[in-house]
């Protein structure tokens, strides 16, 4: 398999080509990413079958275990591919009981950056995500002191491209005065269409929109009537979601995580679900 034959192909940003079905490499560390694989060998062959069914596009952060994940990902397919992207994220910790505090002081990111370069075993990253807002959502104010930051560390050559995630409209738009931004990672699904908005002017400015928790915060209805088109189609919930989201704009891409190499292919396939107009527009009518 290529990439032009993963669903939804693929989607170029600034000098980047990645494919629209990605990989999320979370679900490699243990429960809630945190601690060690229950089977390292099989997060190994996850990582390697990604590469060999032509994804280009590995979502990532060192604290995902913590530093489990990259390490995973050094070991599994390092030396890399030169078409292979990266993409990690920076602005939290990990605490010893697997929480995530945050860390956005500027010293913490610089030092977030050198760490997943070690660790994933590269002289700069691809493209960073600068983890802002809480846990579902943006939270208001500027975020200027920390994309400088950002910027500084591009002009070094540490970092070769900014996103951001779980940022608002104005605050993508102040970020954009400071550096270019290449992606935006933001909580948005069927049932949450909140960002409806922003999906739609990045697009327009070829910005990558990278959304997360597919099957996140729905309540029972819309969870039942997610079943529902799911029966009709023969399909399963997520491979409906994850369709929905590719059919929704070009440059939506997609990072389904999973620790299972089957479960894996199933993403893959359940992404190239071709969703009929009746049921995308049933779909549709569950926006929150």
Not at 262 to 283: D, K, S
Request: hydrophobic share 40%; aromatic share 6%.
């Amino acid at each position: 398999m290529t990439t032009n034959d993963l669903p939804g192909g693929t989607f170029r940003v600034a000098d980047l080509e990645l494919t629209r079905t990605g990989y999320g490499a979370m679900q490699l560390a243990g429960p809630g990413a945190f601690g060690p694989p229950k089977d390292r060998d099989e997060a190994i062959r996850v990582l390697r079958t990604a590469v060999e069914l032509g994804i280009r596009h590995i979502d990532t952060s060192d604290y995902y275990g913590p530093y489990v994940v990259n390490e995973l990902i050094r070991e599994a397919l390092h030396p890399y591919p030169e078409d292979l992207v990266l993409v990690t994220k920076i602005g939290a910790r990990r605490d010893e009981q697997g929480g995530w505090p945050e860390a956005r002081e500027p010293d913490e990111l610089r030092q977030q950056v050198r760490d997943n370069i070690e660790r994933l075993g590269v002289d700069a990253l691809d493209v960073v995500n600068l983890r802002l807002g809480g846990m579902m959502g943006p939270e208001p104010g500027s975020i200027a002191d920390k994309v400088e930051v950002m910027a500084e560390m591009r002009e070094q050559g540490l970092i070769r491209h900014v996103g951001l995630s779980t940022v608002s409209a104005e605050q993508l738009a102040e970020a954009q005065t400071i550096v270019p931004i290449v992606c935006v990672q933001n909580f948005y699904n069927i049932a949450n269409r909140h960002d409806d908005g922003l999906v739609d002017s990045t697009a327009q400015q070829g910005i990558a929109y990278v959304p997360y928790f597919p099957l996140g915060g729905f309540n029972p209805l819309q969870s039942s009537a997610l079943d529902e088109v799911a029966k009709s189609l023969d399909a399963t919930p997520l491979a409906v979601a994850l369709a929905w989201l590719l059919q929704r704009s070009p440059n939506l891409l997609l990072i389904p995580g999973t620790s299972s190499v089957a479960h894996l292919r199933e993403n893959i396939a359940g992404a190239g679900l071709e969703l009929p107009p009746t049921a995308v527009a049933r779909l549709d009518s569950l926006a929150g």
